[in-house]
């Protein structure tokens, strides 16, 4: 078995501005001073992925800040973003012609704090899917969360259904039932399983991949692949789907309140400073590189210091960024977005 | 009469860090977007002292960073700081040496929302001071505060007595009593009036002017000045003292806290930043030059960012910053300070 790695780095996302711009997607981003999202997400596949079949999708005009990220591996683009499903297909199928019989599927901005139990994951994903079947990690959870899709095992490693974002009673329920598990958007399968699925499912993206095949252009085909995620185009449809669980410390670092999830455990405030100082001060999360940062008789809130934006949020209006950017936008401030 | 002026800027002050330093004290300071306090202190004289007979007095290791903000204004550096006394001797005999024959002695670090009633005022004390009197501008206060010294005026323009920074209690006895004045610090005398009471009331500082006087170098008769008041070492025990009421929008800005009462009247944040972005946000107080500021679901907050430092404050602990200052010190970091 040779085993590539399909890493989606077209996300562009706005939970993190204002360190995030259209122009620095969430996944360059050094959020923790340990590197950049991306770039920690390739390092955690040293040992079992080598580099010349490591592929990272993005889109055409983020390719320049994605490839300093990228290590020794491969930049694929993508003509448009088109959902997951495309990126998978195609970032799929230059692993195999980097010669992968097997390809691991992960987003490239998310965090995990045992990247051992990640890879023994991945290692015994492969395992099962030699035999054909598309694999899912399902991600032990550890609290009711509505904002993911949850996973139902089956028999014998089967999927038995997925679950899409749960209102809080039905979260309440899965969580406390100790069977589901999280749906990551981390994949496991051989090329050739994935080919022969596209073709059940997704007939235009499978005729895409023919095309490529061929040597046609990315850009000849791409308006014909199905625009959607793999989850809904061909998982949900599939007869031979299987979950792997994974207990490894995942957390998607959704915006900034999850900030700490993927820090060092701190009494006080955390993040990405030079130095801070804080009297009467707690749980605040700061990014402000190369500053000092002082709070005085606050807490509880995001303090985000960048080139041209300052951020001062309440940790529970972290998801209400996205009226910020739109005010800007209203305002003719775009440039800061 | 040549009336010239005495500006004293030879205070540190740490209440407005970290935008004040010790090498950047708070009167030169741009806190509104309109000039430092400084210059903005020179500009109200302007029509009534002439340039030439207007004396700013600092420390030596504050020249540099003073004197761009002094207009036409001649800098005296007094040797070392011992309180306002012999700053004020030391400027009031520069200004003699200039050919005024009064003086008016202001600080340089405070707000005045109404510079023609002050001027106004200063013209009616000079007339006072004619016949000899030291004359205290006395602010009509707009509150109990206990953290100003209070005058109560007495029969024909006497000073009756000076009330120290009072407990909450008096304060609001004088308040409500609607006769005592804050005392701001603002003098009028003719040159030879101090002189006379600094013969009379502090020899020291009576024998170094004479020094002065015959061409002995400042720092020479220096250290037997006596370091004091000219509250404390004269006025309070002239029997020639006499006050003008003044009502001016006067703010000795004395904190972040304060620093509404010298912007313009807004409802929602205000400070000085290039553009300001508020969701649910109320109250706060930013100076973050030259950047945009988004504030969610925050109140009462002060936010100064600086190129090397960043504070979040209450509202109600912006007296705590020596707190700040202190951990900073005992960190090391007294760079930041």
Redesign the interface.
């Given at each position: 078995m040779d085993l590539g790695a399909v890493i989606l780095a077209g996300g562009r996302g706005t939970r993190f501005w204002?360190l995030s711009r259209r122009a620095r997607p969430k996944q360059v981003l050094d959020l923790t001073g340990e590197g950049s999202l991306l770039s920690r997400t390739l390092g955690r596949l040293e040992g079992i992925v080598r580099h010349d079949a490591r592929l990272v999708v993005t889109g055409p005009d983020m390719v320049e800040v994605v490839r300093p990220e990228c290590g020794g591996a491969t930049v694929v683009v993508e003509p448009s973003a088109r959902n997951t499903l495309p990126a998978i297909a195609l970032g799929t199928w230059a692993a195999g012609r980097a010669g992968a019989d097997t390809v691991v599927v992960l987003p490239s901005d998310h965090h995990v704090a045992r990247p051992e139990a990640l890879r023994a994951a991945i290692v015994e994903a492969s395992r099962v899917a030699h035999g054909g079947a598309l694999v899912t990690l399902g991600i032990t959870p550890n609290r009711a969360e509505t904002g993911f899709g949850w996973i139902e095992p089956g028999e014998g490693g089967r999927v038995a259904r997925f679950v899409e974002k749960p209102p809080q009673t039905v979260a309440d329920a899965l969580y406390a039932g100790g069977r589901h598990l999280w749906n990551a958007g981390i994949f496991v399968f051989r090329v050739e399983a994935l080919r022969a699925a596209l073709v059940r499912h997704c007939p235009g993206t499978a005729a895409a991949w023919a095309a490529w095949e061929a040597g046609d252009p990315v850009e000849a085909a791409w308006a014909h692949t199905e625009a959607t995620s793999l989850d809904y185009g061909v998982l949900e449809k599939h007869d031979e789907v299987r979950v792997v669980a994974l207990d490894c410390g995942w957390s998607d670092v959704g915006a900034w309140s999850a900030l700490d999830e993927v820090l060092p455990a701190r009494t006080w405030g955390a993040g990405v400073?030079?130095?801070m100082?804080e009297?009467?001060a707690r749980h605040?999360l700061?990014h402000?590189d190369?500053?000092?940062?002082?709070?005085?008789?606050?807490d509880d809130?995001i303090?985000v210091?960048t080139p041209?934006?300052?951020?001062?949020?309440?940790r529970?209006?972290a998801q209400?960024?996205r009226?910020?950017l739109d005010?800007?936008d209203a305002?003719g401030?775009g440039r800061?977005t």
């Open positions: 204002p400073c030079k130095e100082v009297i009467d605040n700061v402000a190369g500053k000092l940062v002082a709070l005085v008789g606050v809130l303090v210091d041209d934006a300052v951020l001062v949020a309440r529970s209006d209400r960024l009226e910020v005010a800007l305002r401030l800061y």
